[in-house]
């Protein structure tokens, strides 16, 4: 299987600059998720490694071989996009081994090649229907069939769950994690959906206007945000942030004041400077009788698996909570809560995160 090497990628469309001085490498085999909000640059990447946009300036090696200048035929890569793009009038059969017939690969290979990616993606029953007669979950299996038969080096997917319903995305998460392991291909997967994001990839690349904020394994993204945006993307329910006013260096870490309330952080003081903001998630904030803040509860969602506690400071300040699943805890009451100093994270005037 093939890493591969982005270096010093540059994107222009007009004046406007999409990605800039961009350098990654993915190693052989790897699931690598492309994540971040709209528009900040993810599917115009993938669609330069795919060959389908030219770069600007800089090198893609996929393997041992620089591909810029190649066209995407030529690069070992297939891609699997948002709408499937079947053709509606080709059976499914057709649909998977148009590429292949197409490149003249004879067609005992082509049926073979339909038959395994059918197995394996269960599309067996379905294969004489057209694109018209199927699910929006079925559909999406055939554009991945029509990329394993192509046994590329690489798989590139541009956010392929986003028009499946909740259940169907979820199960097919799992579909592919699972192909990805059979099949130990290289694979780049775009989202702004953090879920996905966690769930499927090994490394997380996050991405906002065009630059690389963090690259990292999903936990050590959630737990090690490098900036304020990325604690903000990953996660839901999202982190608190809250405005710090005095802080006091204590022991390892710090007491804090924030709207009569003190609250204590293990992250070390010496490299803060600038105006500071606590972060905190909400499962990290937890109702404690002996809690050192007093919140009033505004919003009560409950998960099953626990409850999300929408809480007012009474400086006005948000802080989300967790409680268990069956809370006691009801709209209107006032608790107290405790934060894990240990679980608290530090941004400075920068937006750099610092951590205990
Ligand atoms: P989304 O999740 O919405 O698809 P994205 O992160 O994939 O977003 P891109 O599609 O890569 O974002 O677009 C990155 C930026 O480049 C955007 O600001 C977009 O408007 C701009 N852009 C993309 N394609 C073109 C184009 N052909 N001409 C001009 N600008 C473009």
Do not use: W
Not at 77 to 92: G, R
Not at 188 to 214: L, W
Not at 316 to 328: K, M, P, T, W
């Amino acid at each position: 299987m093939s890493g591969i090497e982005l270096t010093s990628i540059n994107k222009a469309f007009g004046a406007y600059e999409a990605i800039a001085n961009l350098s990654l490498s993915v190693s052989p085999g790897e699931f690598v998720v492309f994540l971040g909000p709209s528009g900040c640059g993810k599917t115009t990447l993938l669609r330069m490694i795919a060959g389908l946009e030219p770069v600007s300036a800089g090198e893609i090696s996929i393997g041992d071989r620089r591909v810029e200048h190649l066209p995407p035929g030529q690069r070992g890569v297939a891609m699997v996009f948002q709408n499937y793009a079947l053709y509606p009038h080709k059976s499914v059969a057709e649909n998977m081994g148009f590429g292949l017939r197409n490149i003249g690969v004879d067609k005992a290979t082509v049926a073979a090649k339909i038959q395994e990616a059918a197995r394996i993606l269960q599309l067996e029953a379905l294969l004489d229907r057209k694109p018209g007669q199927l699910s929006g979950g079925q559909r999406q299996r055939v554009a991945i069939g029509r990329a394993i038969v192509k046994s590329p080096e690489v798989f590139l997917f541009d956010e392929p769950l986003s028009n499946l319903d909740a259940m169907l995305r979820a199960r097919t998460r799992v579909e592919i994690a699972r192909l990805h392991k059979r099949l130990g291909a290289t694979m780049i997967f775009v989202t702004h959906d953090q879920i996905e994001a966690m769930t499927m990839a090994e490394k997380i690349v996050v991405m906002s206007n065009g630059k690389i904020e963090q690259i990292g394994a999903p936990m050590e993204i959630y737990r090690r945000p490098s900036t304020r945006f990325v604690a903000s993307f990953v996660g839901v329910p999202a982190m608190n942030f809250l405005e710090i006013g005095e802080l006091r260096s204590e022991g390892d870490g710090a007491r804090i004041t924030l709207g009569g309330h003190d609250i204590r952080t293990a992250v070390p003081t010496a490299d803060l400077s600038g105006a500071l903001t606590l972060g905190v998630r909400p499962e990290a904030v937890r109702i404690n009788p002996q809690g050192s803040i007093e919140a009033k509860v505004d919003v009560v969602e409950r998960l099953g698996e626990k409850t999300v506690l929408h809480t007012q400071l009474a400086d006005g300040q948000q802080l989300i909570a967790e409680d268990v699943g069956e809370s006691r805890v009801r709209f209107g009451d006032v608790v107290r809560l405790e934060i894990d100093p240990l679980r608290t994270h530090i941004f400075d005037g920068k937006g750099v995160g610092h951590h205990p």
